[in-house]
Each structure stands twice: as C-alpha cells, then as structure tokens.
C-alpha cells in the first residue's frame, strides 16, 4: 500500500518515520505499520476510530480551557504518509478542529480549506511545484544540513526562510514563507537532493555566513 504518491526514492530513505523516539523505539514504527494496515482493511472502522480519538482531544481541550488560556484541537493526520483525502475528510467532518499537513501532492492550494492548513514539502525534484504553492499562498518545507543550534539560511529562491523547528504548529507561519527545517534521522546521514546543502551557518545568536541557497 502507498500512502505517499510522490515520495521520491530519497525521502522514502530518509522519512521522518526514522526520527524522533521511533529512532530508538521500533514498537512505534511498528504502531504506525497497524495504523496503516487497519486502514486498508476496513477504511470505515478506522475512520470510525479517528472520529473517537478526536471526540477525545475535543473534550480535553474543553476540560483544560480557561477563560484565560483557552484551547483549541488541532491535530495532523498525515504524519508520515500522504492522503490528501484524509486531512480533507477529517476537516470537512470536524470543523472544529485544526487540521494541518505537509504534503508532496502538488497544486495543494486546491485541497486547503478554513479549518486544513497544508505546508508543500521540497524534495530536491519539485522545485516547480514548489514555488506553483509559494505563488498560490501556500508555505514549502525545505529540509537544510543546518545543524542543531546553528541558522538556518536567511532566504530560499528568493523567499524568507523561517525556524520550522522552533514549533510544528504550521498553521501559525505567516503566509508566504519557507519553513526551514534541520535534517533529522536518517535524513542526517543521506546525502541527496532532498537535504540542501549550505556550506555551515553561524550559531544561533550570531550573523549567518551564508544567507542565499537556489535549489
Ligand atoms: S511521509 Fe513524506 S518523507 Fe515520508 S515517504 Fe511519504 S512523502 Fe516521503
């Protein structure tokens, strides 16, 4: 089953599912695998059980709301798969809740809706796509060799770049910008497209040495 129609054969090396605890913890990859199984095999419970897990966060975010800090559900439903039909069914049936995506797909303008924010992933070969959603209002991820604690590249193609790492609440980014992230998991140790190369940047703190990458 592919969940992710434009993965290139680099970003299938290096997908996030290698990052983060599944780094270290298999029984999340594993985890992941049932989700996706359980899906192709009975599309209707699985959507059944989205919805329960969503009444969850709901009422959650209902008991920890204060006046003063209230609190609203946003979830991201492809965390590491593609299905632009999922974040666009779980919007359209949960308006109340934030929902947000990276996505590959291209012309992904077409699928945002009020409640479904979507971030165009760069994957070193879509650079057309890519700059399509900047034009169209839609912000692109590109994924940097910057390391932890250094700066990330101040412009991509002409657009300002913005620390993607500091949150993963995409749907707060301004509109029009590059969403820079640091290479993470195996996309540290790949040496491809996917990762953009900028020749080492300052620390955090201190002016960036190199502040213009083309694709
Ligand atoms: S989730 Fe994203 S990075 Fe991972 S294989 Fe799919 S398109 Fe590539």
Redesign the pocket.
Known sequence: MN??T???AE??E????TAGRAEYLPSIIEARVAKTVFLHENRALFLESVQADLRSLRNYCIKHSTRKTPMTPATRP?????MAWLGMWIADNNPDIQVYD?T?LPKAWLRVRSNYHLTF?Y?GHNLSDAIACLAHGVNVAVVFDTRKGRKLPESWNGYTVIDGDMHDLRFLDPKGVVVGLRAKGKARKVDSAFVVKTNGTAPIGQKPAFVTFAA
Request: glycine share 4%.
């Open positions: 969940t992710c434009y993965a290139s970003c299938l290096a997908c996030l599912f492809n965390g590491t798969t593609d990276y590959k992933s994957s």
